[in-house]
């Protein structure tokens, strides 16, 4: 599986899959890391691991559509089978994201629907969930709001404040995407008119 890797920041979602190719576990190719920003932790880890590595600025563009169009353009020149958004922070254009239905995915530190959108670990706190989590889904043009592949889910304890929760989250987070990356490589899940089937039922 090739895999191109969109971050905007820390990058431990990209380091948990490099280690796990390294490990032998995860049997993919990442292709190239791509930020919205320079400053980005997830590019210093690629260039780490020998792997291309690079930031499109989006105050270096005309406009939205045009910087979304030159980073696709330039991430499907490598040929990826599947694009993987682990921490960016940005919105994507539905006129790139037409003709890549199904080839992109995104982890969200919540426990889809629940929590779209920013802050997810203080609103869970604030809204007194008993049990929080993270999904992996295919990005559509609305916001966190594509079909569901899978989720981990972990309880939200007494005194938890959002740092707390957050670690117990990104904790499952790494397997989670790791184990749909392998189900995605064994061409195991589809995304088809009536949702995502893995293994041919229904997620
Ligand atoms: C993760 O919590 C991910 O779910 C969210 O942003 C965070 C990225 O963490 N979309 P990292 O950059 O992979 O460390």
Not at 42 to 63: E, N, S, V
Not at 141 to 169: K, M, S, T, W, Y
């Amino acid at each position: 599986l090739r895999i191109a890797v969109l971050a905007s920041g820390r990058g431990s979602n990209l380091q948990a899959i490099v280690d796990a190719i390294d490990a032998g576990t995860l049997d993919a190719e990442v292709t190239g890391v791509w930020s919205d920003r320079g400053d980005a932790q997830a590019l210093a880890r690629a260039r780490g691991a020998g792997i291309p590595a690079r930031a499109m600025r989006p105050r270096d563009f005309a406009d939205r559509p045009s910087h979304d169009s030159a980073m696709f353009d330039a991430i499907d020149a490598d040929d990826p089978d599947l694009i993987v958004c682990a921490g960016y922070m940005r919105l994507i254009g539905a006129h790139v994201l037409a003709s890549r239905a199904g080839r992109l995915i995104n982890i969200h530190p919540s426990l889809l629907p629940a929590f779209k959108g920013l802050h997810t670990h203080q609103r869970a706190l604030e809204a007194g969930v008993a049990e929080h989590g993270g999904s992996v889904h295919f990005v559509t043009a609305e916001l966190d709001g594509g079909p569901v592949i899978a989720q981990a889910r972990v309880p939200v304890l007494a005194d938890d404040d959002a740092a707390r929760l957050a670690a117990r989250v990104l904790a499952r987070e790494h397997p989670l995407l790791l184990e749909t990356l392998r189900w995605i490589a064994a061409g195991r899940v589809r995304w088809q008119a009536d949702g995502v089937h893995v293994d041919g039922r229904m997620a």
